[in-house]
């Protein structure tokens, strides 16, 4: 089965600086799709960002940039200059085969003013 | 166009009690999935549906939960005779196919058995 881990339950951040959440996954797939999704104390999910396996290209959006290491099954988000708007729970997730999206248990961001 | 909604925002219950939670995605979008989300975990998948068709529910944690979808629209979680580790947030999404597509959320909805 595919499993997601995110080895970082917390993490700060000053404001304005940049910071790295780690995701690594397991799959024996080909074809696969990964995503960052954002979820503030409102509770509502957001994506942030995706990335689709055959792509070598790393994914960007704005702020919000990922390393996707194919062969190290690894998906980390990198968020640059950090604003107080970033604090939320961040999850990576994982979409091959027939599986829905499997999650990762998430990583807690602070933002320090 | 209007995102995903559920209703209610919050529900308090008693044990034993049903409760029916309700979820509109958005429109167009022919896939719907429920996935819950206990405190401080991660979401667990709970079922998905194609159109009105729910091809797995094999990730419904018992029989005491159940779900439909109406009209390729609106869908409903049903849980029977609630129990306290029921406790949780229920988030449903939807995505324009069952592919692998960007799925969007609701705000979901927090159930409280008591």
């Known amino acids: 089965a595919q499993t997601v881990t995110q080895s970082q339950p917390e993490m700060s951040v000053q404001e304005a600086e940049t910071v790295t959440l780690s995701c690594t996954y397991d799959?024996?797939?080909?074809?696969?799709?990964l995503f960052w999704y954002k979820q503030p104390p409102s509770r509502q999910m957001i994506l942030v960002i995706r990335q689709e396996a055959y792509k070598q290209q790393n994914a960007t959006e704005n702020r919000f940039s990922v390393n996707f290491q194919k062969a190290a099954k690894s998906f980390s988000l990198k968020i640059s200059d950090s604003q107080l708007g970033d604090a939320a729970m961040y999850f990576c997730a994982y979409w091959g085969g027939n599986t829905p999206l499997v999650f990762g248990k998430g990583t807690r961001l602070s933002v320090i003013a | 166009g209007a995102g995903v909604s559920q209703s209610p925002s919050n529900k308090v219950t008693e044990k034993g009690k049903d409760v029916e939670l309700r979820c509109d995605p958005i429109?167009?979008?022919?896939?719907l999935y429920w996935y819950r989300q206990s405190l401080g975990q991660g979401l667990e998948f709970l079922i998905y549906f194609q159109g009105n068709s729910a091809p797995d529910k094999s990730g419904l944690p018992s029989d005491r939960f159940s779900a439909e979808r109406t009209g390729g629209s609106v869908s409903t979680l049903t849980i029977q005779r609630t129990q306290q580790e029921d406790s949780a947030v229920y988030l449903c999404a939807s995505s324009l196919r069952y592919r692998k597509e960007t799925q969007y959320f609701g705000p979901g909805t927090r159930l409280l058995v008591l």
């Open positions: 799959t024996s797939e080909s074809d696969y799709y």
């Open positions: 429109s167009g979008h022919t896939a």
